[in-house]
């Protein structure tokens, strides 16, 4: 009986909060290799540094890997720092796109792409559905709508997922925002007028592996389909604060409940960040439990990652003084 190569997986953005896991998640069932713009010290799949805004380079190096599929996380995905840097966030989050789709077409890989609820205005009063008629506010929305808009109308094979509130270890997320700020205060505003689903990278790309294992053929297949795909149930920011503060044994440090008006951040956000989940269950069956359980095993995740961080980077920085005696 002959046994069959694992499938080759390239990722993009490997490094980040979403790459990251799917790179743990996914490598002891497929060969996967990572790109990223500049050396990662957490990484534990092989990667190669490649900066996806220069064409050349892009094409070099995914055509060098010839991957079945090319998973692409990377974008520029800080909200604000897009709002006041937009030739930047073009740059990175839609001629990057661009860049990815026109090599993979090359050597025929289906690409799988992460795409967000900030393509909504945040208007409607139920939840999106997949064909409801994107009208972003913020330019990264505007941009990570382009880029939907470049893998629809060049892609052979792709998958856009419209993800939202991602949460990770290896990453910048809402969970770590507050408890950095509770170890200084006491009292804390926090929004409560928009509202959404919290969404653990781990499950997304726990997610992807249920679809690769099992419903492989959506991905390979002409045609480009969006679908929505989120951690259940909904909560707004003042909420989850208060459940995050609760649960990480912070519960006497005081949330006050603030309209968005009140922060005056460079760009705006959508007030209702609800994705319908119901396509993405349906034909892909795929279903993730609630945000309540994610969170709760992220927490203690993350207390003893951060831990682990803290103890390596004093052991690196007392080598490097005993170096220098
Ligand atoms: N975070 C959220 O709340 C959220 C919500 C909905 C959808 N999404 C989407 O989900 C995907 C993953 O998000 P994430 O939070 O995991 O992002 P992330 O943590 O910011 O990671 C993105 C990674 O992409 C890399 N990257 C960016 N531009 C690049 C370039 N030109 N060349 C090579 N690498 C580049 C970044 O490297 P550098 O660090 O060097 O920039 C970073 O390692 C993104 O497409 C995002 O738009 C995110």
């Known amino acids: 009986m002959t046994t069959q190569p694992p499938m080759k997986i390239l990722i993009t953005g490997a490094g980040g909060m979403l790459g990251t896991d799917l790179g743990n998640v996914l490598s002891p069932e497929f060969e996967i290799v990572g790109l990223e713009r500049r050396p990662v010290t957490h990484l ?16 070099d190096a995914i055509l060098s890997h010839k991957p079945a599929l090319v998973i692409h996380t990377a974008a520029m995905t800080d909200v604000d720092y897009c709002e006041e840097h937009q030739d930047e966030a073009l740059a990175n989050n839609v001629s990057a796109t661009e860049n990815v ?9 289906p690409i799988i792409f992460y795409s967000t609820d900030y393509v909504f205005d945040g208007q409607k009063s139920g939840e999106y559905e997949e064909t409801d008629i994107p009208n972003p506010l913020s330019f990264y929305g505007k941009t990570k709508r382009m880029g939907e808009e470049a893998i629809l109308r060049v892609a052979k094979q792709a998958i856009i997922f419209r993800i939202t509130w991602l949460f990770g270890i290896w990453g910048r997320c ?17 929004v409560d007028d928009q509202v959404g689903r919290p969404t653990w990278s781990w499950d997304v790309s726990q997610a992807m592996r249920q679809l690769l294992l099992n419903k492989k053929e959506a991905l390979f297949k002409p045609g480009v389909e969006i679908f929505h795909l989120g951690n259940s149930g ?26 968005s008006a009140h922060l005056k951040r460079p760009a705006p956000r959508p007030t209702n960040s ?26 203690p995740k993350l207390k003893d990652e951060l831990a682990l961080l803290e103890a390596k980077t004093k052991a690196q920085a007392a080598e490097k003084e005993n170096a220098a005696s």
Request: glycine share 4%.
């Open 234 to 259: 909904t909560v707004h920011w003042a909420d989850y604060a208060r459940f995050i503060l609760k649960n990480s044994g912070l519960g006497s440090v005081k949330i006050k409940d603030i309209p």
């Open 174 to 190: 809402f969970p770590k925002a507050i408890l950095r700020q509770a170890a200084e205060v006491t009292k804390m505003n926090v």
């Open 101 to 109: 789709v026109d090599a993979a077409n090359e050597i025929d890989a």
């Open 44 to 59: 534990s799949v092989p990667y190669d540094i490649c900066d996806l805004t220069q064409a050349r380079k892009t094409r």
């Open 274 to 299: 609800v994705l319908s989940l119901d396509k993405s269950e349906k034909i892909l069956g795929l279903k993730l439990r609630s945000w309540e359980e994610s969170t709760l095993e992220f927490l």
